[in-house]
């Protein structure tokens, strides 16, 4: 088992784990699946000097995904924030693989000039709640009932840390 950056051939198995959740219906905003294609260009603004995707790689494939993106692109002042998704494969859950890969991600920040680190999640999603807390993250922010499901409404939260 090894955290690597991610390369442009991991991302299927990256956009089949996220599909994952968009199924599960409880870990994302997305509706509807996915496609690489609609994710290629996503991938290629994540470099990894600056907006890393990091995997966790084991024999049988990725097990999980964590990714650095920027926040408000091109405003200096804000230079020094990123936003930390994280998605584990299905059948790898309970294996602290999120757990894992958010702590790389924690002490990959400051060498790629980070200071800030914030989560946007749904607020009814608290196995992602729990896991931030874990890791030091607090809530900075609520969201009420933005979030429209055919079958519900509910809100985010941000829950960010200085790293």
Same mark, same amino acid.
């Given at each position: %088992?090894?955290?690597?950056?991610?390369?442009?051939?991991?991302?299927?198995?990256?956009?089949?784990?996220?599909?994952?959740?968009?199924?599960?219906?409880?870990?994302?905003?997305?509706?509807?699946?996915?496609?690489?294609?609609?994710?290629?260009?996503?991938?290629?603004? !994540?470099?990894?000097?600056?907006?890393?995707?990091?995997? %966790?790689?084991?024999?049988?494939?990725?097990?999980?995904?964590?990714?650095?993106?920027?926040?408000?692109?091109?405003?200096?002042? =804000?230079?020094?924030?990123?936003?930390?998704?994280?998605?584990?494969? !299905?059948?790898?859950?309970?294996?602290?693989?999120?757990?894992? =890969?958010?702590?790389?991600?924690?002490?990959?920040?400051?060498? =790629?000039?980070?200071?800030?680190?914030?989560?946007?999640?749904?607020?009814?999603?608290?196995?992602?709640?729990?896991? =931030?807390?874990?890791?030091?993250?607090?809530?900075?922010?609520?969201?009420?009932?933005?979030?429209?499901?055919?079958?519900?409404?509910?809100?985010?939260?941000?829950?960010?840390?200085?790293?």
């Amino acid at each position: %088992m090894q955290i690597r950056n991610a390369k442009p051939d991991d991302l299927k198995q990256i956009i089949a784990i996220y599909n994952q959740a968009v199924a599960e219906g409880n870990c994302t905003a997305d509706t509807e699946p996915l496609t690489v294609d609609e994710r290629r260009e996503w991938f290629a603004e !994540h470099t990894p000097d600056q907006y890393p995707i990091f995997v %966790m790689e084991e024999e049988k494939g990725i097990t999980g995904w964590c990714s650095i993106s920027a926040h408000r692109r091109g405003r200096k002042a =804000l230079q020094h924030v990123a936003e930390i998704s994280y998605y584990v494969e !299905h059948n790898s859950l309970g294996r602290e693989i999120g757990q894992r =890969l958010i702590s790389h991600a924690l002490q990959e920040a400051p060498g =790629l000039g980070l200071h800030n680190l914030y989560a946007i999640l749904l607020d009814t999603n608290l196995p992602s709640i729990a896991i =931030l807390k874990k890791n030091g993250f607090a809530e900075w922010g609520h969201f009420p009932d933005i979030a429209e499901f055919p079958d519900r409404i509910c809100g985010q939260y941000i829950y960010g840390r200085k790293v």
